[in-house]
C-alpha cells in the first residue's frame, strides 16, 4: 500500500506538534514518565517566585511550580499551584515554605512534611510559610540606620548656615591670635626654659648617681646584715643549746635523791622534820619573846612558873603540857623540861 504525500504530510505535522506539546511541558519542569498529584498554597507575596521554578524536599527537586493566580477577592493574595511527585507523603502537617534559591533573589518553595496525622490525595491546601531572606535582613537593619544619617546630616547642615559658619571662623581667629601669643610668650622665655632644660639635665644626672650611691650602700648593708644575723644566730643557738643542757641537768638532780634540794624534794620524812623543826622553832621564838625572864635568872629568890606558850601563842600550864606529849607523843616534839619555870 502506498501512502500519498498528503498523509505523510499530516502525519508529520502531528508527530511535530506531539513533540512540542511534551518539549514545552518539559521545559515547564513537568515531569513526563512519572505521575504527580497537584496541591494549592497561597501567599501574600511572591516577589522573586516564578513559574516552573523548583520545589525542593530536603534539598531534593520534587516537583515544579505550575501557575499562579491572583485572588482579588482574598485581599490580593497569590494562589500558587505546585506538582508533587506521588511518592511524597503530603498531608495536614506539610508546611510549603518560600524561601530564596540563590543569592541572586530567585525563590523556590520548600517543603516540610511533619508529623502528618492525614495524607492529602492532591488538589489541597497546603500550610504557607515565607522565609526571610538576606536582603531583607538587610534591608530592616540599614533602614534604622540610613535615617539615622540622614538625620545627622541634616544637623550637621542647620550647624554650618551662616551664623554657624560666622561663629566658626570667629573661633578660627580666636585660635590664629592665641597660637600667635604662645609663640611670642616662648620666644621670650626661650632662655629660660633652655637654662630649665640644662637644670633638669644635671639634676637627673645627679639622681641617677646617688640612686647607684644607695643601690651600693644597700647591698654593703644587706651583706652586713646577713653576717651580723648569722653570727648572732649562731652564738644564740649555741647559748640556748647550752641553757637547755644546764637546765636539763639541774632538773635530773632535782628529780633525783642526790643534792639536798633534791631530798628536800623527794624525801617526805625529811620534809616533816623540817617542818616540825620550824614549828618548834617558832614556839620558842614566841615563848620567848613572851616571857624572857623564863630563859634569863634575874631573881634572888627562886619561883618556878607554871606555865607556857603554844603555836597560836594561848599560854597553857606546864600539866596540860604533860598531858599533851601523853596524848600525843609524836606530833608534840619539843620535851617539857621537868623544872622549866624560869624564877623571877
Same mark, same amino acid.
Given at each position: 500500500?502506498? $501512502? ?49 521554578? =523548583? ?101 550637621? #547642615? ?10 566658626? *571662623? ?16 616662648? *620666644?621670650?622665655?626661650? /632662655? #629660660? ?11 637627673? #644626672? ?26 648572732? $644566730?649562731? *652564738? ?11 637546765? *636539763? ?22 620534809? /616533816?622534820?623540817?617542818? &616540825? ?10 615563848? +620567848?619573846?613572851?616571857? =624572857?625572864?623564863?630563859?634569863? #635568872?634575874?631573881?634572888? +629568890? ?26 600525843? =607523843?609524836?606530833?608534840?616534839? &619539843?620535851?617539857? =623540861? ?7
Amino acid at each position: 500500500m502506498r $501512502i500519498s504525500k498528503e498523509i505523510k504530510v499530516a502525519l508529520l505535522g502531528i508527530a511535530a506538534l506531539v513533540i512540542l506539546y511534551f518539549g514545552y511541558m518539559f521545559l515547564k519542569g513537568a515531569d513526563l514518565f512519572s505521575g504527580t498529584k497537584t496541591y494549592y498554597v497561597v501567599y501574600e507575596n511572591v516577589d522573586g517566585l516564578n513559574v516552573s521554578n =523548583p520545589v525542593f524536599l530536603n534539598g531534593v527537586n520534587v516537583g515544579r511550580v505550575q501557575k499562579m493566580t491572583l485572588l482579588t477577592d482574598e485581599g490580593n493574595k497569590i494562589l500558587t499551584e505546585i506538582e508533587v511527585v506521588k511518592e511524597v507523603k503530603v498531608g495536614d502537617s506539610t508546611i510549603a515554605s518560600l524561601a530564596n534559591s540563590d543569592f541572586l533573589g530567585s525563590k523556590a518553595i520548600m517543603l516540610y512534611l511533619g508529623n502528618n496525622s492525614k495524607l492529602y490525595e492532591g488538589g489541597e491546601r497546603l500550610i504557607a510559610f515565607k522565609e526571610s531572606s538576606i536582603a531583607d535582613m538587610l534591608s530592616s537593619k540599614s533602614v534604622p540606620v540610613i535615617d539615622k544619617v540622614d538625620t545627622t546630616l541634616a544637623r550637621v #547642615n542647620r550647624l554650618l548656615d551662616s551664623e554657624a559658619k560666622g561663629n566658626v *571662623q570667629d573661633i578660627l581667629v580666636n585660635v590664629k591670635e592665641t597660637t600667635a601669643a604662645v609663640n611670642d610668650i616662648l *620666644q621670650m622665655n626661650q /632662655r #629660660n626654659i633652655e637654662l630649665i632644660t640644662a637644670n633638669l639635665v644635671q639634676l637627673t #644626672n645627679s639622681l641617677k648617681q646617688t640612686e647607684r650611691n644607695i643601690n651600693k650602700l644597700a647591698g654593703n648593708m644587706a651583706e652586713i646584715t646577713d653576717t651580723l644575723k648569722q653570727v648572732e $644566730i649562731t *652564738q644564740l643557738v649555741q647559748n640556748a643549746n647550752l641553757a637547755v643542757s644546764e637546765l *636539763q641537768t639541774t632538773v635530773a638532780k632535782l628529780n633525783s635523791d642526790e643534792g639536798s634540794l633534791g631530798k628536800l624534794m623527794n624525801d617526805e620524812a625529811l620534809y /616533816r622534820n623540817m617542818s &616540825r623543826s620550824t614549828e618548834s622553832l617558832n614556839l620558842l621564838l614566841r615563848d +620567848i619573846q613572851t616571857n =624572857p625572864k623564863r630563859y634569863v #635568872n634575874f631573881s634572888v +629568890i627562886g619561883r618556878k612558873d607554871k606555865y607556857t606558850v603554844d603555836a597560836t601563842g594561848r599560854v597553857i600550864t606546864l600539866d596540860e603540857v604533860k598531858e599533851m606529849q601523853d596524848q600525843h =607523843p609524836k606530833e608534840f616534839n &619539843r620535851p617539857v =623540861p621537868a623544872d622549866s619555870a624560869a624564877s623571877k
